[in-house]
């Protein structure tokens, strides 16, 4: 068993914001979506072998919950700097004994990122 993919929604008609901030500000590569996929809309991306799925949905994620997903990043503070430059909010989140922080896309799906295998146990 291994995990193939992540999905998360993002707005009808959004694919541009969702290529911005995930293949320009977060550096990952853009997957075609198979022809049976391309009429609902949404975007697919590659992140270091899993597949992220940026999928159309009306009701939007709820910031208040701490549902998210994590990307491990060799340049945390590289990162983060890029980001604020382009206006992305930085949380720090709780203590954790790996060097993270925490983003939004421009949708309100939570991301941690993290150091490589800083998730890891």
Request: proline share 9%; glycine share 14%.
């Amino acid at each position: 068993m291994y995990l193939s993919h992540v999905n998360i929604t993002m707005p009808r008609g959004q694919e541009a914001e969702a290529r911005l901030f995930y293949g320009g500000y977060l550096g990952l590569r853009e997957l075609p979506q198979p022809e049976a996929f391309r009429s609902r809309g949404g975007v697919w991306f590659e992140a270091g072998g899993l597949h992220l799925h940026l999928s159309v949905a009306e009701a939007p994620p709820r910031p208040e919950r701490h549902d998210h997903f994590g990307l491990g990043c060799g340049d945390l503070e590289g990162l983060k700097t890029r980001l604020r430059a382009a206006g992305v909010e930085i949380e720090d989140g709780p203590p954790s004994p790996c060097r993270r922080f925490f983003i939004r896309d421009p949708f309100g799906n939570r991301i941690e990122i993290h150091q490589p295998a800083g998730a890891r146990v």
